[in-house]
T-cell receptor, first 115, second 114 residues
Framework: AQSVAQPEDQVNVAEGNPLTVKCTYS??????LFWYVQYPNRGLQFLLK??????LVKGSYGFEAEFNKSQTSFHLKKPSALVSDSALYFC?????????????FGKGTTLSVSS | SQTIHQWPATLVQPVGSPLSLECTVE??????LYWYRQAAGRGLQLLFY??????ISSEVPQNLSASRPQDRQFILSSKKLLLSDSGFYLC?????????????FGAGSRLTVL
């Protein structure tokens, strides 16, 4: 079964420092991987996705993610964090069952950026 | 452009009462539609998905049901709510084309069962 794991419930960084939010995956076949962000009491917003090609994927708001097949990881990164980046971040993988294009989400990581 | 609407945004219901949450999509045809539940501020669980009118698949057994009476309308229902049904319900849509299609989410409906 397809799954993703986010090993950290919370990540704390200072504004201006680089940030990393970790995600590892377990899939059958080639993974289709996604990152979403959720602000309080809001729906999820798409940040970026990996299908194939370059291992470094660039997305919205200056975020990028690095696909690493040998480590089965898809960590989200940003070179310089902003206080406004504070939110809940979800890694997801495409389901490969009858759900077709549905996504299976990790438990989420809360990012807190301090000024 | 495509938009997705969910309502109501907030709902407080007593145990045993019925539920109806509605989701509509504009600006696209024959979308794939999904209902997710988010409990305790994290952890999204896929509840239902639909690839067409009247076609509903359930991912987990539960007290809820879903219907798709029109192409761009997706309804989440319950005949008798349980305390455990409390949570944040998110509707999403995606293109029906094959491939790694992005899910676009609505703003969510927060349900509190008392």
């Amino acid at each position: 079964a397809q799954s993703v794991a986010q090993p950290e419930d919370q990540v704390n960084v200072a504004e201006g420092n680089p940030l990393t939010v970790k995600c590892t995956y377990s899939v059958s076949g080639n993974p289709y991987l996604f990152w979403y962000v959720q602000y309080p009491n809001r729906g999820l917003q798409f940040l970026l996705k990996y299908i194939t090609g370059d291992n470094l994927v660039k997305g919205s708001y200056g975020f990028e993610a690095e696909f690493n097949k040998s480590q089965t990881s898809f960590h989200l990164k940003k070179p310089s964090a902003l206080v406004s980046d504070s939110a809940l971040y979800f890694c997801a993988v495409r389901a490969l069952n009858q759900a077709g294009t549905a996504l299976i989400f990790g438990k989420g990581t809360t990012l807190s950026v301090s000024s | 452009s495509q938009t997705i609407h969910q309502w109501p945004a907030t709902l407080v219901q007593p145990v045993g009462s019925p539920l109806s949450l509605e989701c509509t999509v504009e600006g696209t045809s024959n979308p794939n539609l999904y209902w997710y539940r988010q409990a305790a501020g994290r952890g999204l669980q896929l509840l239902f998905y639909s690839v067409g009118i009247g076609q509903i698949s359930s991912e987990v057994p539960q007290n809820l049901s879903a219907s798709r009476p029109q192409d761009r309308q997706f309804i989440l229902s319950s005949k008798k709510l349980l305390l455990s049904d409390s949570g944040f319900y998110l509707c999403a849509w995606s293109s029906n084309r094959a491939g790694a299609n992005v899910l676009t989410f609505g703003a969510g409906s927060r349900l509190t069962v008392l």
